[in-house]
């Protein structure tokens, strides 16, 4: 079933059938990509642009390597080197990239909001790739699909975010994701990077989202653990009093995560700050699901872009 929706800029407005719809044509990604030549011809003809403005290894090669295997043209376009370097403003450099025929543009930004000035000045598909502390859907999309890929259903299961949730784009996603999926949503950390207020973010209700400041209690019988990265250059906000008091409080360590469901999953969107938010033993641990998110990634951008894409002329 085709996404009913031109663009993909937030996750807090997908509905249900819209997530099963990505989870389960990622399913046949995954397929295409286990073949010897993991290429299909889907989307021959059309043009990917993608444009990033921020730093990004993960997302902008699984981005550039679901659009080839679906057949597509795919460029890349950073800010050093493109003429915004000259002065080009970000609504000129979207008429340009349109000009150039772009039928998708993918956009990581550290703006929020840049995907809907995109949106509203394309006539071609945006994506939101990460748009300052906004927004990251793909990445709660390829959460939602490595947890599923394991427990077979999201409903019901116990997931601990823990970290600089006030920071982090990928937890306010990930928190929308997983409580629209059914799950009990915890979340964890420091309260200066923990606002009271996150546990009211989805529908603006109390119990959907819950928060504990000790990670102990809150990991107790986790399903999941999402460790998020310590946003070092944030540092001199002076909200952290220092990274080893940090790491001792907040930090995925072996012992703690024995609290966790036996068979839990450990999760971190990367890039990991090791001995900080997560010991360098646990990373590639037996629980650890980090590099799958990764390698899931690609699996579930290709089913983004074919959703978006597929059924509009070439
Ligand atoms: N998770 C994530 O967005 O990683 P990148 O910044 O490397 O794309």
């Known amino acids: 079933m085709p996404l009913h929706r031109r663009h993909l800029i937030d996750i807090a407005d997908f509905s249900r059938d819209e997530f099963d719809s990505v989870l389960e044509t990622a399913v046949s990604m995954r397929q295409v990509l286990e073949r010897p030549i993991s290429r299909v011809p889907t989307l021959r003809g059309k043009s990917i642009v993608n444009v990033f403005f921020e730093a990004s290894t993960r997302t902008r090669v699984s981005f550039e390597l679901a659009g080839k295997s679906l057949s597509a043209d795919v460029v890349n376009v950073a800010s050093s080197g493109s ?181 839990a999953l450990l999760m971190h969107p990367g890039p990991m700050n090791q001995g900080i938010e997560i010991s360098p033993d646990v990373a590639y641990g037996e629980h650890s699901v980090i590099t799958e998110q990764v390698t899931n990634g690609v699996a579930v951008r290709m089913a983004i872009l074919y959703l978006l894409l597929a059924g509009t002329p070439a």
């Open 83 to 263: 003429s915004i370097e000259k002065g080009e403003s970000l609504i000129d450099t979207f008429h340009t990239i349109q000009a150039l025929g772009a039928d998708l543009v993918v956009l990581r930004h550290p703006k929020a909001g840049a995907p809907d000035l995109a949106a509203r000045n394309l006539s071609c598909s945006v994506v939101n790739a990460g748009d300052g502390l906004r927004g990251h859907p793909s990445q709660a999309l390829l959460d939602l699909f490595t947890v599923q890929q394991h427990t077979g259903d999201i409903e019901g299961l116990k997931i601990v975010i823990v970290g600089d949730v006030l920071h982090s784009r990928v937890a306010r996603s990930g928190i929308w994701a997983f409580a629209r999926m059914g799950a009990h949503v915890y979340l964890s950390g420091p309260p200066t990077l923990l606002p009271p207020h996150f546990n009211k973010l989805v529908n603006g209700d109390d119990g959907i989202v819950r928060i504990e400041h000790d990670l102990d209690r809150a990991i107790d019988g986790a399903d999941v653990v999402m460790a998020l990265r310590i946003q070092k250059e944030r540092m001199h906000l002076g909200m952290l009093p220092d990274l080893r008091e940090y790491a001792r409080r907040w930090g995925i360590t072996s012992t703690r995560l024995s609290r966790a469901d036996r068979r």
